[in-house]
């Protein structure tokens, strides 16, 4: 299930938003888009265990978790921090997950920055036997495959396509399935500029830009300017959004279109992707430090 939903905007200024978050109901957005080729690749070579990574909200957790139930796989969850050991019924992300049969493995977060390294692999192998590896958020050739399908025949009237960046492989395969005439804009949900590299690596287009004015202070950062533009787009939608990432940067788009970044007539496509799930566990945070909570049920 797939809808664009259409807002009107001075300037003659039209910003469409596309709900991939409606895709599945629990593998949402871009994690069914990364996940499908990873999915079939593991097949292909025969696994039966999916192993990744992912911090204790993680959409990508949630996903892999539930693809792994819905497919026939066995799955390990690498979770960052290891004082989420006894924590699990306390996070709606890891609960979620563990009901869907996910194993975890609490790592430190200095473990956890090690990752990629071949040694920290060959001590997984060892522990948990052959794997098929997903990597952090399931970004990879197989993931960068899935997201150049998001764009359709339909998308070519837009002037730019917008989407919240994570570790770089949706913005990578919208710029690998963009019309020479658009322009992908990315809004990373992390601070730095460090992300450029990472999509280069993938990218094969030169026409997008990443704008990294509206991380609200780094990852899983929220504030309550945030939460009430989140809260009020959705009273005026119907539209919910996720803190963490589509929520950035629609509120990153509509702010930019305030201060006429966009030229007149502009064409604006938004691309909703998931994380929808996140919410809940963002809302324990919130409620723990007596903030306005995202008044969204999902």
Known sequence: MNQQVSIKFPNS???????EDLLHPFISGNKFRKLKYNILQAKAENKETLLTFGGAFSNHIAAAAYAGKEYGFKTIGIIRGDELRDKITENPTLQFAQECGMQFKFVTREDYRHKTDADFIANL??????????????????????CEEILTQEDAQF??????????????????????????LGFPALKGDFLKEDIRKFARNSN??????????GYGKVNPELIAFINQFFEETEIPLDPIYTGKMV????DLIQKNYFRENSKILLIHTGGLQGIAGMNVKLKNK???????DV
């Open 208 to 217: 997008w830009e990443l704008i990294t004015d509206y991380h609200f202070g």
């Open 125 to 146: 192998k060892q522990e948990f036997g052959d794997f098929y590896l997903v990597p952090e958020g399931g970004t990879n050739e197989f993931a960068i495959k899935g």
């Open 159 to 184: 002037d730019f396509v917008c989407c919240a960046v994570g570790t770089g492989g949706t913005i990578s395969g919208l710029i690998n399935s963009v019309l020479p005439h658009q322009k992908v």
């Open 251 to 254: 509120f990153g788009v509509m």
């Open 290 to 296: 007596h903030l306005p909570i995202i008044a969204i």
């Open 13 to 19: 200024i039209e910003v469409q938003i596309k709900r």
